[in-house]
């Protein structure tokens, strides 16, 4: 499976370029500032994807996603 990491998808550009993906059949992780994904995001993301809170001008929250990814991905998906 197709792996992307997709930030600020809690709004309006982020959020169709995630819907995109998915129904190009990525796996997605996405990061934003926002404490929780808001519904329809959620719903976009089950199954298919994983949802951080962090700050993509931290590089400790840039590390973080990207270890999800990989974790992500050495698991076949689908986390
Ligand atoms: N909408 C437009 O027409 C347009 C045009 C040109 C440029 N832009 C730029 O593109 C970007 C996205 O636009 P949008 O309309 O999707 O904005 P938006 O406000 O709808 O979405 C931005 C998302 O990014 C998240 N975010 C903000 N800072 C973050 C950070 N440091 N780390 C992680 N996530 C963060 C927010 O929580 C939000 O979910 C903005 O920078 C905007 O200025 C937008």
Do not use: W
Not at 22 to 48: C, H, K, Q, W, Y
């Amino acid at each position: 499976m197709k792996h992307a990491i997709v930030t600020g998808a809690a709004g309006g550009i982020g959020f169709a370029v995630a819907e995109k993906l998915i129904e190009d059949g990525f796996f997605l992780t996405v990061l934003d500032v926002a404490a929780s994904p808001r519904p329809e995001l959620a719903d976009l993301l089950n199954g298919r994807g994983q949802y951080l809170c962090g700050n993509l001008a931290d590089a400790a929250d840039r590390a973080r996603v990207v270890a999800r990814r990989r974790g992500a991905q050495r698991a076949g998906r689908s986390a």
